[in-house]
């Protein structure tokens, strides 16, 4: 069992691989290689006859590193410590903090394996993994690794499962949670919980059981209620953690109502008009532009002949005429 210790301080307990699981992923994983090299060599080799010793010894050179260092350094980068050998006895390759490893580990973890696996037939890699109390070999240690195992035994699985309570307790501790006050658990504390429940089912028993005892003890100095008493404490992180999701829930839910509730007195949004299958929409008139029409020329009047005076007229005729 190792020690490893993440960002936030929290030991892992990962279990560490032993030297006879090691050893048979090493070997399944030498005989596919060694396979897959004979295959590829014979068909070059069959398919090039016009090679001489020398071209033939550098194909077969090339190709021997590429299947015996380039291929398990590219499937242990892209499968982040899993190779053909360690996926079937449930083994992987982590850093020494517990994250995954990258290209640079599995680099120096190949160009060491060629000398103290290939070279020595495996004896200098044996070795070091006795002497060393977590199982490392000098890969290992020049890179900052450790394999561990990812497939527990059914009965470690069982042992390090969470025990469950009974409902009425159950209940109870409901009620609690909810009047819990969440604002002065730190984001550290909180990730804590996360990675070590998503990790329980990898851990050893006791460590599993102190470390669910010191985080449960941390979070009950943080919100000042105690554990219940009858309640497993990683039984107790879950149902916290639980919670904390449903409030979250239901806060981004009452953001989502009030973004869709329209403000009072707001306008009613615009209906874009949808016009029916196989028909135009009605376009609107062309507007056009104004233009102001060209000054007119002003027309004069020509001046008019002044008039004769006129007569003034003649009595009205009443049939009356003066003596001559």
């Known amino acids: 069992m190792s020690d490893l210790v993440t960002g936030e301080a929290v030991v892992l307990g990962l279990r560490a691989a032993k030297v006879p699981s090691r050893a048979l992923a090493i070997a399944l994983d030498l005989a596919v290689e060694t396979v897959a090299l004979m295959i590829t060599g014979t068909v070059v080799l069959t398919a090039l006859p016009a090679l001489d010793e020398a071209a033939a010894a550098a194909v077969v050179l090339g190709l021997s590193v590429f299947f015996l260092l380039g291929l398990p350094v590219l499937v242990e980068t892209l499968s982040h410590g899993r190779s053909l050998g360690k996926l079937a006895l449930g083994l992987r390759v ?56 990812e497939r527990l035994p059914q009965a470690a699985r069982a042992q390090s499962a969470v025990p469950q309570a009974p409902p009425a307790l159950l209940h109870a501790i409901g009620e609690q949670l909810v009047a819990l006050d969440f604002s002065a658990v730190p984001d550290g504390l909180w990730l804590a919980v996360r990675q070590f429940l998503g990790r329980l089912g990898q851990l050893d028993p006791a460590v599993a059981a102190d470390m669910a005892e010191r985080l449960a003890a941390d979070f009950a100095g943080r919100t000042g209620r105690a554990v219940p008493y009858g309640v497993h404490p990683a039984a107790y992180l879950s149902a916290v953690l639980t919670e904390r999701q449903r409030r979250e829930w239901e ?22 008009y949808v016009p029916a299958p196989g028909h135009h929409a009605p376009q609107a008139p062309q507007a056009v532009p104004y233009a102001p ?3 007119q020329p ?14 003034p007229p003649a009595p009205p005729s009443t049939g009356f005429a003066p003596p001559a």
């Open 94 to 149: 982590v850093r020494t903090d517990g994250g995954p490893v990258r290209f640079r580990h599995t680099l120096v973890r190949g160009l060491v394996a060629v000398l103290e696996i290939q070279m020595t037939v495996g004896a200098v890699a044996v070795i070091t993994s006795l002497v060393s109390p977590q199982g490392r070999r000098l890969g290992d240690v020049f890179a900052g690794t450790l394999v561990v195992r």
């Open 251 to 272: 806060r981004a839910a009452e953001a989502a109502r009030r973004q869709q509730t329209l403000a009072p007195g707001a306008p009613a949004p615009a209906v874009a």
């Open 293 to 295: 029409l060209p000054p």
């Open 298 to 311: 002003a027309q004069q009047t020509p001046p008019q002949a002044p008039q004769p005076p006129q007569a």
